[in-house]
């Protein structure tokens, strides 16, 4: 900001003065104060980070379902999906060859465009818009250079990875948060979920977006929502409509 030599009731505000008494020094600090507030808290810490930059891929994912303690695994469609976004995730970030400080802010954001669409049902517009506003202030758009975190092509290459992974795939996500599922008891001990056909065929749809085969669909499927939720003749249909 410009400095302001006008008068006070005092007399003149001395050069290098704002007229509220700030000098540029201390707007300047007030400002990367908060652009430090963009994508903070942190998703994972340096140290968590670092340590689980040495794992390989099996590494990586036990590393990061221990940091999100995810105990449900095997039962837990959500808890699955969750992690595979987040293992995904990083493990791209590791083909950009980010700094530390790049993964924190990128694994950051992964987490707060799923925090928006939780909490705030944020739709996918918005989210568009948001992620637009967020990588104007860490990208290379951002007026000041020093604080650019990524430079163009790697703001690039997050945008278009987004594009394809969240983006594409929104409505599935949503129905990871938002959908109402109804659940009967058998006996004393057993639960099993009753689904719709449409909310069936988008979990189909969300196997087979993240490489299961079939079988290994059905049986995902039948060991999360109950015996028969899922079957050979459910999977060839679904198939036919993509």
């Not at 007229?19 to 942190?42: M, V, Y």
């Not at 007026?143 to 430079?151: A, G, L, Q, R, Y």
């Not at 948060?177 to 719709?196: K, N, P, W, Y």
Request: hydrophobic share 40%; with cysteine.
């Amino acid at each position: 900001m410009a400095t302001s030599v006008g008068t006070t009731p005092g007399g003149t505000t001395p050069a290098g003065m704002t007229s509220a008494g700030t000098t540029p020094e201390s707007e300047k600090d007030a400002e990367f104060q908060e652009h430090e507030k963009i994508l903070s808290p942190d998703f994972l810490s340096v140290a968590q980070i670092t340590e689980i930059l040495a794992e390989d891929v099996d590494g990586v994912q036990q590393k990061l379902e221990k940091f999100l303690n995810f105990k449900n695994l095997q039962t837990c469609l959500k808890e699955a999906s969750l992690l595979d976004y987040y293992v995904s995730g990083f493990l791209w970030a590791r083909g950009m060859d980010f700094s530390v400080i790049q993964y924190s802010k990128f694994m950051t954001l992964l987490d707060m465009l799923l925090h928006n669409l939780r909490t705030l049902h944020m739709s996918l517009e918005d989210s568009i818009k948001w992620l637009g506003e967020v990588m104007a202030e860490i990208g290379p758009s951002h007026k000041n250079e020093k604080w650019n975190i990524f430079d163009v092509k790697q703001a690039n290459a997050i945008v278009d990875y987004l594009k394809i992974s969240l983006f594409q795939h929104y409505k599935l996500y949503e129905f990871l948060f938002f959908s109402a599922r109804e659940e009967i008891v058998i006996g004393t001990e057993t639960r099993e979920m009753m689904l719709d056909k449409k909310q069936i065929r988008v979990i189909f749809l969300f196997e087979f977006k993240m490489g299961h085969k079939a079988a290994e669909t059905i049986c995902n499927i039948n060991n999360v929502f109950g015996p028969g939720t899922a079957n050979e003749h459910k999977v060839n249909e679904v198939l036919q409509r993509r």
